[in-house]
Each structure stands twice: as structure tokens, then as C-alpha cells.
């Protein structure tokens, strides 16, 4: 008995032993009180390991379609027409089940994909300022992102969202947002603009349940000002190098939620020494084995009494600080901060 037994399937082979055989039971190839080839022939003829081949029996018997009459020897049972029938819809739905499952994992890789090309490469630590930044997903790939990109010399612009949905359909989402920002750049459109253009285009071009929370600033690392909007997005703060917080709190509705949502943009400034912390909900609503929030409050004690360390030395302490609040409990939500740390200009004279 020949099988046709792959390792380019998702599949594992004990599974495609009792699919193929089931195939071969259901196409009356093979009879009620056939004798199966022997566990140890049929490891050698498809070059499998007799404990793959043992594992696959062991299943067929469990569903008492072959009985053992020695130990690597079975026969198979006598089954009537109503279970023959029964067993072919089964081994249907289990091959649409598989089918399913290997795309879903293809469109799962591609949104990885996609995910991944469109994080900075490489985030800036020099004399002016430093940045860092992290994002873990939960099960799925998930609808955070961020971004921190220069416009013109000294003027760069800070992105972070949350797109709705899983899977490709947020990676997607993401990507279109992100290139109408980009490519707004060049017509000198207000950030207030950009946001009324990516809320119409989201509007009419995209699904009744796709929309996004979008924080989007620019700032001028010479001079520490700020222009910035808000959608929706978790409000950013800026832990002042005197231990103060300012908020910034400007907000609108998320977009591609209504098509006459307005929006307000601010200026702030950011001195020397003072850290702007970014976040999506993933970090506050980090739930602890006590169904307890992690809560922004926290956030913001653990960096103001740490503000004096860099960017990097920020990010690793508050992720050590969400897992150690977690404990064993599971991620139950997409997490991405960002710290982006002015520099005092002596450090650097």
C-alpha cells in the first residue's frame, strides 16, 4: 500500500496516513476485513518512522474503523454504508479545516510581512535627541504601529496608532495610512489637513469597520516645538525635566468613524531633558492574575522617577515593569510604547 505523503503540508503525516487510508476505505479500494500492511512494512515502504505509522493506527482504531489482530498487524472493520458516508463528510470538512488553516497562516506571514517593512529601520540617538521603541503582538499580528521619520533637516514626524482588526486587513489598513502621510508631506499640508484628507479617504474607500486611532506630531528637534493631532489615540505625555507631566490632550474621533469628524491641532514644546512617552491601550489595560490595569498612572510614577536614564534604558524598564505586573498571566492585547528624550546641549560641548 502506497500513500502519498509529503512534508510540504501543513498537515502532519500520521494525519495524511488516516486521511489516505480513510480515502482508500471510503473508494471501496480496500474491504471490510482487509488486512492494513504491517506498521513496520509501511514505515519502510514510505520511509517514515514505525512510531509515525503507530500513531496513525492507534487514531484509525480510536475512530473503530481497523482493529488490532496483533501488534503491528489490523484489519478493517466491517462499516456500513450510512458510516462510510459518515467518514467521507468527516475526512471533507477535515481537509476544508486544513485548507483553511494553511491560509490563514499564509495571510497570517504576510501581514507579518508587511508589518515589519513598515517599522522605522533605524531611530535616532545623537547629540539632539534619542528615540526607541517597541511593539509585541498578542496571538495574532495586530493593528499597532508607530513611525518616526524626517521631513526636512531637523523637523521629523512621530506616528502611533492602532489599527482595528487582525490579520492582513489591519496590516493593510496601516500601510495606507502611513503612505497618505508620507505622501502629504510635500504638499506643506497642516497636520489638521492631513487628518481631514486620511478621514474622508478612510470614510469612503474602506469598510464600515475599519478605522484607526492616530496620534501624529512633528517635532523640531532644535528648537523642542511640537505641532501635533490627535484621533482617537491614548493622549501622549511629556515628563518635564522638573518632574511635572503635561498631557497633550487635543483630540478628534477616530478615523474613517464619521465623515464630518473635526480635529484640532496644538503646539507644545519639548526643553531639554524632557521625555515624551507614546503608547497604544495595549500597555495600560495590561491586565494583571487579578484582572487589575496596569493604568497610565503607572506609566507615568515609573517615568518620572526614572527620567534621568535614556531612551533605551526607559523602554527596557517599563517592559520589565509590565511583565513583572503580568506575571504568568498571558498578553491579552497588542502592546507599543515609544520615548523619545530630548538632550541637554552641555552634555554635548
Do not use: W
Not at 504601529?145 to 487582525?166: P, R
Not at 515624551?276 to 492574575?289: A, Q, Y
Request: charged letters at 25%; aromatic letters at 6%; glycine letters at 6%.
Amino acid at each position: 500500500m502506497l500513500l502519498n505523503l509529503t512534508n510540504f503540508s501543513s498537515e502532519p503525516i500520521h494525519q495524511q496516513i488516516v486521511g489516505q487510508i480513510l480515502d482508500r476505505i471510503i473508494e471501496n479500494e480496500t474491504q471490510s476485513g482487509d488486512e492494513l500492511v504491517s506498521i513496520g512494512k509501511l514505515s519502510r515502504q514510505q520511509h517514515v518512522g514505525k512510531t509515525t505509522v503507530t500513531k496513525a493506527y492507534k487514531e484509525l482504531e480510536r475512530m473503530k474503523i481497523i482493529r488490532s489482530i496483533s501488534e503491528e498487524k489490523y484489519i478493517i472493520n466491517n462499516l456500513t454504508q450510512k458510516e462510510l458516508v459518515a467518514y467521507s463528510l468527516l475526512k471533507r470538512e477535515d481537509k476544508k479545516s486544513v485548507l483553511e488553516t494553511e491560509r490563514l497562516n499564509t495571510e497570517l506571514e504576510a501581514a507579518r510581512q508587511i508589518q515589519s517593512d513598515m517599522l522605522p529601520n533605524q531611530l535616532p540617538d545623537n547629540e539632539k535627541i534619542s528615540v526607541a521603541a517597541y511593539s509585541t503582538i498578542s496571538n495574532e499580528v495586530g493593528g499597532d504601529f508607530y513611525d518616526f521619520f524626517e521631513i526636512k533637516q531637523n523637523q521629523f514626524g512621530v506616528l502611533i496608532g492602532d489599527a482595528s482588526g487582525k490579520g492582513l486587513p489591519a496590516a493593510l489598513l496601516i500601510s495606507q495610512i502611513q503612505a497618505i502621510i508620507k505622501s502629504d508631506i510635500s504638499h506643506r499640508r497642516s497636520i489638521k489637513q492631513t487628518f481631514d484628507l486620511l478621514n474622508t479617504y478612510l470614510k469612503i474607500n474602506s469598510s464600515a469597520k475599519s478605522f484607526a486611532t492616530l496620534f501624529y506630531g512633528i517635532l523640531n528637534v532644535d528648537t523642542g516645538e511640537i505641532k501635533y493631532a490627535n484621533a482617537g489615540h491614548n493622549f501622549p505625555m511629556i515628563i518635564k525635566n522638573h518632574g511635572g507631566t503635561e498631557f497633550l490632550k487635543t483630540t478628534g474621533p477616530a478615523l474613517g468613524i464619521m465623515m464630518d469628524a473635526e480635529y484640532s491641532e496644538k503646539t507644545t514644546m519639548m526643553n531639554e531633558s524632557d521625555i515624551m512617552i507614546l503608547f497604544t491601550d495595549g500597555v495600560p489595560e495590561t491586565m494583571n492574575s487579578n484582572n487589575i490595569q496596569y493604568g497610565e498612572n503607572r506609566i507615568q510614577e515609573y517615568c518620572q522617577t526614572t527620567r534621568n536614564r535614556s531612551a533605551k534604558e526607559l523602554i527596557l524598564g517599563v517592559k520589565n515593569e509590565l511583565n513583572s505586573f503580568r506575571s504568568l498571566k498571558s498578553e491579552n492585547d497588542d502592546t507599543t510604547l515609544m520615548v523619545i528624550k530630548k538632550h541637554e546641549t552641555l552634555k554635548y560641548q
